[in-house]
């Protein structure tokens, strides 16, 4: 007998129309004009069949926000730790694995992507790394930053920029070298470390590039050993030394570190981790501050008012969610809202889809910073494995937005709508480039 999670909302399901029955018969998350334009796939699936098994894919996609909820909260039944391992270097571990044994300093395992018990420690741990006090420290030199980000685009006098490739990936990169305390200058080679750490993931590799992979990461590895060995005989500022140096206290009274390994591996997780998705919700912005009327305005009348800027920010990231999907791996056989799924099956949270849920959200595609629960959205995940960086994440786009709004006026896209292209991918969904025209605003 299969355990049963979330309510068993079968009864509820609606009739679709016939484009909608064909969207679900036809249609998959794999397809690249799925990716790029998703919310009618997504209302279908939510109406007719919320747990709906994507063959192309081999995935089920759990819709709803509820199911959603109810998923993230059970990561022993849903785990992390299956998922993601069995992504990795998919099909070439061991060649992976020996390389960076050789080359890399060692083969660190992903420690965050684990499943309780080991998960619990883990984050607790990494917790001290992204106190409140560490993020509100972080505000003034990464405004710094972003406003020089910025400047430099506005100050070339053209009037025009790739708000995208100029703005939003330079910016976060230089964020995060602010922010773990690595060395300036060093943007390009983090870009492409992050790309071969991602692309692990992404099973997309053949042996010949899965090899150039692990070589930048053996690198990456080097030099974050080297700089985490500097750290744990002078302590610094950053947040690389507050996971060197993470100690939590337990019930007991007995202490907890991390093992260097473990710190290896979150130091590398926090660069990746908070690279794209934060690039990704900046560009978005752009695109709908260029795209949506009205919303240019409405961020210009927010601007200086700190609460309803970060209602505007919380309704941004609800609207346009930046990861769409994340991967769970069920270990045991299980039912969600009716539909039975086997043990050993891939799952997709489809966290774009939650954050449209007509019955938790009322109008979903309008954009309302007055919604009473804007912060149900999903866009961070939830449960155990919620995002860690969020309050990080949250202040970057609203010093981002701010900046964009002082020093920005009258922006307008550069290229039909229609020509806008998405990274090819299920778990983000990233605009690639974005060309735009805009004014300079004067003091
Ligand atoms: C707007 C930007 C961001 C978005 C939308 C985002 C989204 C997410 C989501 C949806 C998850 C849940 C993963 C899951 O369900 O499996 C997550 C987890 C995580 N995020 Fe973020 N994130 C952002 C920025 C950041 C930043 C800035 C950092 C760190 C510097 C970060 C670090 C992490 C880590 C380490 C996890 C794994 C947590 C765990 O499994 O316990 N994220 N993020």
Redesign the pocket.
């Known amino acids: 007998m299969a355990t049963q999670i979330s309510q068993d909302r079968t009864s509820e399901r609606q009739a679709l129309t016939a484009e909608q029955e064909e969207l679900l018969e036809a249609g998959s998350l794999a397809d690249t004009d799925i990716q790029a334009r998703p919310h009618a796939f997504y209302t279908a699936m939510r109406r007719g069949d919320p747990i709906h098994y994507d063959a192309r894919l081999g995935s089920w996609l759990v819709t709803r926000h509820e199911d959603i909820s109810a998923v ?1 909260s059970d990561p022993v039944t849903f785990s ?1 730790q299956h998922g993601y391992s069995e992504q990795q270097a998919r099909g070439m571990r061991d060649e992976f694995e020996a390389y960076l044994r050789e080359h890399g300093g060692g083969y660190f395992p992903d420690a ?2 684990s499943d309780p018990p080991y ?1 619990t420690r ?2 607790k741990l ?1 917790e001290q790394a ?1 106190t409140a006090h560490r993020v509100k420290e972080l505000e003034p030199r990464i405004t710094e930053v972003v406003r020089g980000v910025i400047a430099d685009v506005v100050e070339r006098g053209d009037g025009k920029c790739d708000a995208v490739k100029d703005i939003a990936i330079p910016l976060t990169i230089r964020v ?1 070298v602010e ?1 773990l305390g690595l060395d300036q200058g060093m943007e390009d080679e983090i870009s492409r470390w992050s790309v071969a750490v991602t692309a692990q993931i992404g099973a997309m590799q053949s042996r010949e590039t899965m090899l150039q992979n692990a070589a930048l990461i053996a690198q990456l590895q080097q030099y974050l050993i080297a700089k985490m060995k500097a750290c744990e005989e002078n302590p610094t500022e950053d ?1 690389i030394s507050d996971l060197v140096h993470a100690e939590v206290t337990n019930a007991d009274g007995s202490k907890e570190k991390l093992t260097f390994a473990e710190a290896v591996s ?1 130091v590398r ?3 990746i ?2 690279n794209d ?2 690039a ?2 900046i560009g978005n912005l752009f695109y709908v501050l260029t795209t949506r009327p009205g919303m240019a305005e409405l961020l210009d009348s927010v601007v200086d008012d700190e609460r309803q800027l970060n209602r505007f920010i919380e309704e941004h ?1 609800r609207s346009e ?3 769409r999907a ?3 791996m069920t270990t045991r056989e299980v039912t969600v809202n009716g539909t039975a799924i086997p043990a050993h099956a891939h799952m997709l ?1 489809v ?1 774009g889809s939650g954050n449209d849920d007509e019955s938790v959200f009322p109008e979903p595609r309008k954009f309302d910073i007055t919604r009473q629960n804007l912060g149900r959205h ?13 309050a ?3 202040m ?2 609203k010093v981002a937005a701010r900046e964009i709004a002082r020093q920005m006026k009258n922006m307008a896209l550069a290229i039909p709508e229609s020509e806008i292209r998405y990274t090819p991918t299920v778990a983000t969904r990233t605009i690639e480039s974005l060309p735009i025209t805009f004014e300079k605003r004067e003091g």
Do not use: D, K, N, W
């Open positions: 993230q992390v965050i992507m998960h883990i984050r990494m992204f995060i922010q947040m979150l997780a926090t660069l981790a908070g998705t934060t990704t919700a990231l969610p930046p990861v994340l991967s769970r949270l966290y999903v866009a961070f995940g939830g449960g155990p494995h919620r995002c860690v960086g969020l990080l994440a949250r970057e786009v």
